[in-house]
């Protein structure tokens, strides 16, 4: 009898404690492991089915969803790790922990979903940037670097720019934040110069080789990501815009009449040259513009590419579609593989490496193909179909 007491007593004891520890693990859940310290226009915090509305001074949890709509805000965490964010932007913040006194424990993971955001690590580095992982829908940056810019547009594609340490010199020294890796199913990339950047399409497109961006600096930089502009700008902006309200109203202005459009030569004057006084500094779509323009180039060098492996195959069109054979056929520079695809009464999907010699010899329902790459002699794969 006395056991079975002492036994019940441990029994309710261990349930306490159980109890007291899941009070407190669900306390330190909710712990603030943030907040916003710059704020401008409307946004909105996703936080366990509750819809929070942004402000200055709110404070962001683990697993809040943080979306801008026509505004920017700044989140600066625990380790002092800042996030900007402009409009149009969503990111989800999945996992932070800090522990000042467990600083090798410390890690962080956020998942960038559209928009375009800049991520600052902390300047003494209280996370160690190997437990930093930023995921966009196309890529994982691995942070070992400080300092980075991501852009995500509708369809999923990912732009990614390392940014200097400081300030590029006249001379040329011009020291990147560090290295970042972008990992995808495809294969990966290093980006470690300053300005550095890398383009990714899809979660299996490898990305793009790592081009250097030209005519870019920190102010543009500091100056797309700013939450309050300068009160010069925005009084120059004002008077810029009612200006030009007020010139457009006043109808006795009106002076068309009194120029010779016969005698104006039009094609002389330079109002189609742009310049670099005509950039918007505050204009964020310049880097959704260089995303575009990164998958295009990199289009552009893989069609090259393979219009030069071309000549190696025989047997059907390369690269493209075969209305003979019914094959399409894609060479794949980045991937460094050729792929033979059909469905017709079936499939028949065949990936071999670029410069292997091979036979793709295929039958199905009395239909024969034969497609030789290179001498035909390495490798031979017979496919045979029926219905």
């Not at 196309?138 to 940014?163: C, H, K, M, W």
Request: aromatic share 6%.
């Amino acid at each position: 009898m006395q056991i079975l007491i002492r036994k019940m007593l441990l029994l309710i004891l261990s349930k306490k404690i159980l109890a007291t520890s899941l009070l407190f693990s669900t306390v330190a859940f909710a712990d603030d492991i943030g907040g916003i310290e710059e704020h401008k226009g409307s946004g909105g915090i996703t936080r366990s089915g509750e819809n929070i509305i942004t402000e200055l001074g709110l404070g962001v949890q683990q697993l809040d969803h943080v979306e801008t709509a026509n505004g920017r805000l700044l989140m600066k965490f625990l380790d002092n790790s800042v996030v900007r964010l402009t409009e149009h932007t969503e990111v989800t913040l999945t996992k932070y922990y800090y522990d000042p006194n467990k600083k090798a424990a410390a890690n962080m993971t956020m998942k960038f979903v559209s928009g375009t955001a800049r991520f600052s690590t902390g300047r003494l580095g209280l996370v160690p940037r190997e437990n930093i992982k930023i995921e966009t829908p196309t890529a994982t940056i691995g942070v070992r670097g400080t300092d980075f810019t991501t852009s995500v547009d509708e369809l999923g594609r990912s732009l990614v720019i390392l940014l200097p340490e400081t300030e590029c010199t006249v001379d040329g020294d011009c020291s990147p934040s560090g290295e970042i890796t972008v990992t995808n199913e495809g294969g990966v990339v290093i980006l470690n110069e300053a300005y550095q950047a890398t383009m990714v399409s899809s979660i299996s497109t490898i990305p793009t080789q790592p081009v250097v961006l030209d005519n870019i600096n920190l102010n543009m930089i500091d100056n797309m990501f700013i939450v309050s502009p300068p009160n010069e700008i925005e009084e120059r902006q004002d008077e810029r815009n009612g200006g030009a309200r007020n010139a457009d109203n006043n109808i006795l202005d009106f002076t068309d009449l009194d120029t010779d459009y016969l005698a104006e030569d039009f094609l002389a004057e330079d109002d189609l040259e742009f310049t670099e006084l005509d950039i918007d500094l505050l204009d964020v779509e310049f880097l959704q513009d260089v995303l575009v323009t990164l998958e295009e180039v990199s289009i552009f060098n893989r069609k090259s590419a393979s219009a030069g492996d071309a000549g190696n195959i025989q047997g059907t069109i390369a690269p493209g579609f075969d209305k003979d054979t019914q094959y399409n056929t894609i060479i794949d520079q980045g991937a460094g593989q050729i792929w033979f695809y059909r469905e017709v009464n079936g499939i028949v999907s065949v990936k071999i490496p670029i410069g292997t010699n091979a036979t793709l010899d295929t039958e199905n329902e009395g239909r024969k193909n034969n497609i030789i790459v290179g001498d035909g002699q390495s490798v031979i794969i017979i496919i045979r179909q029926s219905g």
